[in-house]
């Protein structure tokens, strides 16, 4: 008798006695999210190999390397995870088309190049946040959802309690508890989704902060080199 109990209150009993919209409402949550988890991997992957990329191209760029060298080497051996290289590439690309065109004024070249940089770094900045809206919706409605799943559980089992002539606590138990399991979902998507959308939003954001303090850098760089070969 106990065994059955058991059986009758185990998890997956519960899952597959639920009514169907309690059950789609379930399968919406797991697949939200066990997307929602491959992308954290994806993101924190791509944001690792984005830090160290930067790193290691700072290094480079500050190493006294010539500029035309450091092109050449990133145009024939590009970093698809270096966002700063991208901007470099993209900067020093412009530079030195304007600079080839006769009587571009400086400032009318370093304006192409800021110009330019800030393409470059928009583009980066879309990469970096490409995930983020989904987290942070699977974050802020997957309680909403697995509370719908709950109201509609709980409704279902006060129903059916009403029609039965003898109430007790075994009969009603079962239906609330597979209830309860949507919204316990619902919070198991939600959780690491808002978690991971915070951590995402702040690395993104000191990411894309080094991006424009490397543009800034470099532009100045830039802007003596054409003020000096102009006098």
């Known amino acids: 008798m106990e065994a059955n109990v058991v059986d009758h209150t185990s998890m997956w009993s519960l899952v597959s006695n639920a009514s169907i919209l309690v059950q789609l409402v379930m399968l919406i949550l797991v697949a939200a999210s066990v997307t929602s988890w491959i992308m954290i991997f994806q993101r924190s992957t791509m944001l690792r190999a984005g830090r160290r990329a930067l790193d290691s191209f700072e290094e480079r760029f500050w190493?006294?390397?010539?500029?035309?060298?450091?092109?050449?080497?990133?145009?024939?051996?590009?970093?698809?995870?270096?966002?700063?290289?991208?901007?470099?590439?993209?900067g020093f690309k412009e530079f030195s088309r304007l600079r080839q065109q006769p009587g571009v004024d400086p400032d009318a070249v370093m304006e192409g190049v800021?110009?330019?940089?800030?393409?470059?770094?928009?583009?980066?900045?879309?990469?970096?946040?490409?995930?983020?809206?989904?987290?942070?919706?699977?974050?802020?409605?997957?309680?909403?959802?697995?509370?719908f799943g709950t109201v509609w559980g709980i409704m279902n089992s006060f129903r059916g309690l009403a029609s039965a002539q003898q109430a007790t606590l075994a009969t009603v138990a079962p239906g609330i508890a597979e209830a309860l399991i949507a919204t316990a979902i619902g919070l198991f998507a939600a959780i690491p989704?808002?978690?991971?959308?915070?951590?995402?939003?702040?690395?993104?954001?000191?990411?894309?902060?080094?991006?424009?303090?490397?543009?800034?850098?470099?532009?100045a760089i830039l802007h003596r080199k054409v003020h000096t070969s102009e006098e």
Not at 132 to 144: C, I, N, Q
């Open 63 to 90: 190493s006294g390397i010539d500029l035309s060298k450091l092109y050449r080497q990133a145009g024939s051996n590009p970093d698809p995870d270096s966002g700063v290289e991208q901007v470099f590439r993209a």
């Open 114 to 147: 800021g110009r330019a940089m800030r393409v470059a770094i928009s583009r980066e900045e879309e990469k970096l946040e490409q995930s983020l809206p989904f987290l942070a919706t699977v974050g802020s409605t997957s309680p909403y959802i697995g509370l």
């Open 193 to 219: 989704a808002v978690i991971a959308y915070n951590r995402f939003a702040a690395r993104s954001e000191t990411l894309i902060g080094r991006y424009y303090t490397f543009a800034d850098e470099f532009q």
